[in-house]
Nanobody, 129 residues
Framework: QVQLAESGGGLVQAGDALRLSCAASGGSFSIVNMAWFRQAPGKEREFVAAIILSDEITYYLDSVSGRFTISRDISRDNAKNTVYLQMTRLKPEDTAVYYC??????????????????WGQGTQVIVSS
């Protein structure tokens, strides 16, 4: 069973940078897609960024493109995948709980939350103006 653990959230000021991490374990060698979603208070969960691990093709929400970067790291023994979300020039509207997601099947729609079977518990990001 795949487990995802996010870290790196916090309270920052507008214009600051923050890096989120998502460590996948428990059979993570079979993961093919990983992504970040976020949910702001009173809003639906929305796609932020995704990466196809095999070729590192990336996808972004338009409003974060150019400010956020998703990347991956893999342990030497292939036992743990880690995905990062580097966030720069943060805005108050980026305030949300950020969730890491992963799946073992290839997808034609990496922006859809329905394509991901595994989810982390979330990490809070608050951007003050």
């Amino acid at each position: 069973q795949v487990q995802l653990a996010e870290s790196g959230g916090g309270l920052v000021q507008a214009g600051d940078a923050l890096r989120l991490s998502c460590a996948a374990s428990g059979g993570s060698f079979s993961i093919v897609n990983m992504a970040w979603f976020r949910q702001a208070p009173g809003k639906e969960r929305e796609f932020v960024a995704a990466i196809i691990l095999s070729d590192e093709i990336t996808y972004y929400l338009d409003s974060v493109s150019g400010r956020f970067t998703i990347s991956r790291d893999i342990s030497r023994d292939n036992a743990k995948n880690t995905v990062y979300l580097q966030m720069t020039r943060l805005k108050p509207e980026d305030t949300a709980v950020y969730y890491c997601a992963a799946d073992r099947d290839y997808t034609l729609d990496p922006r859809s939350s329905y394509e991901y079977a595994y989810w982390g518990q979330g990490t809070q990001v608050i951007v003050s103006s």
